[in-house]
């Protein structure tokens, strides 16, 4: 895990370094746009510039040391890396407030659109990728099978325009709101009216983004229930008189259902964090998402190298967890050398 941080932060770094338009050409484009020290009047025939046409060399070297450029790029590599450790991911350069508190103040959304969906996914996808196990190649089976299928065909942000233009007053019927988490007016209701409010809210970006999440899922459950119920253990407990309840659910869920589990403590961890750039702007709200794009686009460096470092972490985390569930629920795998 730590070569594998090291390694991605190390060439995210280096690639920064190499892309135009940096903080320190934007800042000057900004302060000569301006004309620091002059003024831009409109004459009959156009704008004619009067005043500054560029930056000295003292004050472009206060630029570079403001933001840190006038070190070499190893040693401001090592540097960064020095207070990422203790978690000091710096200043925003585009939103003026530290890394911290800015991710902080956009993780409701991405929480709420990713916690939702994991929960939906989980919920539905198992009990429906059994029911297709058992009914494998049942007119229920290819029906369902023909939904989800179309379902994952549909990206994420067509759904939610067609949701919009449906269901949001586009142009037919005006039942979900559209923008934000809550209503204007959410500090002023009830509990209840809050609960419901929050729900009503999340209805449709939640839709967009869960529907085409579903086919996998669905489809890994089907498959790996197929595999068990075709072994001959499970004909044997069929041979000794046992129900078909009883088969499924006493023998071949535990072992089926093993592929599934493995992945839910990564899935769980990684919801609390996804960001959906389309969604997030189709649905007008200001999360993760979004949040990555603006640093990217204004090389917002601290935001952009504090997120990829911290998410990093996070998803090096979940595969962890992800292999230690293994051995957890299957005692049949061991990462003990056999002498």
């Known amino acids: 895990m730590i070569p594998t941080l090291f ?54 070297a206060q630029l570079r040391k403001l933001y840190g450029f006038d070190q070499p790029p190893l040693k ?29 103040s956009k993780l409701p959304v991405s929480m709420s659109l990713g916690l939702w969906s994991f929960f939906i996914v989980y919920l539905t996808c198992i009990p429906l990728g059994i029911a297709k196990a058992v009914r494998d190649g049942s007119r229920f089976d290819v029906v369902t099978s023909s939904i989800i299928m179309v379902g994952y ?23 979900f709101p559209l923008r934000g988490l809550v209503s204007d007016n959410w500090h002023q209701l009830g509990l209840m009216a809050k609960i419901l409010d929050y729900l009503w809210h999340m209805v449709l970006p939640v839709t967009a983004s869960t529907v085409s999440s579903l086919a996998v899922m669905t ?8 595999e068990e119920i075709r072994k001959q253990y499970v004909i044997t ?5 046992l129900s078909e309840k009883q088969v499924l659910y006493k023998h071949v869920f535990r072992n089926a259902i093993i592929p599934i589990i493995t992945g839910f403590p990564g899935s769980f961890i990684t919801a609390f964090f996804t960001g959906s ?10 999360g993760m ?51």
Do not use: C
């Open 7 to 60: 390694g991605v932060m190390f060439i995210t770094f280096m690639i920064t370094q190499f892309v135009p338009g940096g903080p320190v050409e934007r800042m000057m484009a900004q302060i000569e746009g301006h004309g620091v020290g002059g003024e831009a009047v409109s004459g009959t025939t156009g704008a004619i510039y009067q005043g500054d046409t560029g930056l000295d060399q003292e004050r472009l």
């Open 76 to 104: 401001r590599f090592f540097s960064m890396m020095g207070k990422y450790l203790v978690f000091d991911f710096g200043e925003s350069y585009y939103h003026h407030q530290s890394v911290v508190s800015l991710v902080i």
């Open 153 to 175: 065909a549909i990206p994420g942000f067509v759904l939610g325009i067609v949701l919009i233009v449906l269901f949001g007053g586009g142009s037919f019927w005006s039942i």
């Open 219 to 226: 489809l890994l459950t089907k498959n790996s229930f197929l």
């Open 237 to 241: 407990a069929r041979a000794k008189g």
């Open 277 to 286: 750039l389309l969604i997030e702007t189709i649905f007008s709200l200001d």
């Open 289 to 339: 998402g979004l949040l990555a794009y603006q640093s990217v686009m204004n090389r917002d460096y601290p935001v952009v190298l504090g997120t990829l470092y911290f998410f990093t972490i996070i998803g090096l985390i979940s595969r962890l967890l992800s292999d230690l569930s293994y051995v957890m629920v299957d005692p049949r795998i061991s990462f003990e050398r056999i002498q």
